[in-house]
T-cell receptor, first 110, second 112 residues
Framework: GEDVEQSLFLSVREGDSSVINCTYT??????LYWYKQEPGAGLQLLTY?????DMKQDQRLTVLLNKKDKHLSLRIADTQTGDSAIYFC??????????FGTGTRLQVFP | DAGVIQSPRHEVTEMGQEVTLRCKPI?????LFWYRQTMMRGLELLIY????????DSGMPEDRFSAKMPNASFSTLKIQPSEPRDSAVYFC??????????FGPGTRLTVL
């Protein structure tokens, strides 16, 4: 069945770049997403990439997609303390559903 | 738009009581999703609707859980009777023509 995996934790220094990785199993995914969840809040859509793209850049965010390896990454440039949150990777499955990863908790320290 | 609205934001109840969670999707969105988030199981899809019709309820854990969508602007998730293991954050999300789901702020449910 479909599965999305992420590492659980990432700790970076303020100003450095963060790279959050995700692997998925469903090769027929149409879109892949990154969501951010701050404490006590819902999931906020950060960005998404269509499966026929390799890269998408949006200000400090860069998404890389390697379809051959079924690997998705989110790079945050110049990471700030306000970026501390849980980041979820998700793939669309049969268009209607989203399959979410376990989430990666990003901690940014000064 | 106000985004997806959920109520209540917090609910504390005793085991055996009925709990009703409410959701108002973004206007014009024709998909509505209910999720549950726990530390142990992560984010789980419980059920989703398209044009007010339940499409897939395979994630609903037990018959104690039921969901309705009487019209395009309102949905409920009901747990009867509630149990301590139902304690979680319950999210509602809605989606329009694009594939993107927008989440509400969630309802934190504690069953004592």
């Amino acid at each position: 069945g479909e599965d999305v995996e992420q590492s659980l934790f990432l700790s970076v220094r303020e100003g450095d770049s963060s790279v959050i990785n995700c692997t998925y199993t469903d090769s027929s995914s149409t879109y892949l997403y990154w969501y951010k969840q701050e404490p006590g809040a819902g999931l906020q859509l950060l960005t998404y990439i269509f499966s026929n793209m390799d890269m998408k850049q949006d200000q400090r965010l860069t998404v890389l997609l390697n379809k051959k390896d079924k690997h998705l990454s989110l790079r945050i440039a110049d990471t700030q303390t306000g970026d501390s949150a849980i980041y979820f990777c998700a793939e669309s499955y049969n268009t209607d559903k989203l399959i979410f990863g376990t989430g990666t908790r990003l901690q940014v320290f000064p | 738009d106000a985004g997806v609205i959920q109520s209540p934001r917090h609910e504390v109840t005793e085991m055996g009581q009925e709990v009703t969670l409410r959701c108002k999707p973004i206007s014009g969105h024709d998909y509505l999703f209910w999720y549950r988030q726990t530390m142990m199981r992560g984010l789980e899809l419980l059920i989703y609707f398209n044009n007010n019709v339940p499409i897939d309820d395979s994630g609903m854990p037990e018959d104690r859980f039921s969901a309705k969508m009487p019209n395009a602007s309102f949905s409920t998730l009901k747990i009867q009777p509630s149990e301590p293991r139902d304690s979680a954050v319950y999210f509602c999300a809605s989606r329009g023509d694009a594939d993107t789901q927008y989440f509400g702020p969630g309802t934190r449910l504690t069953v004592l």
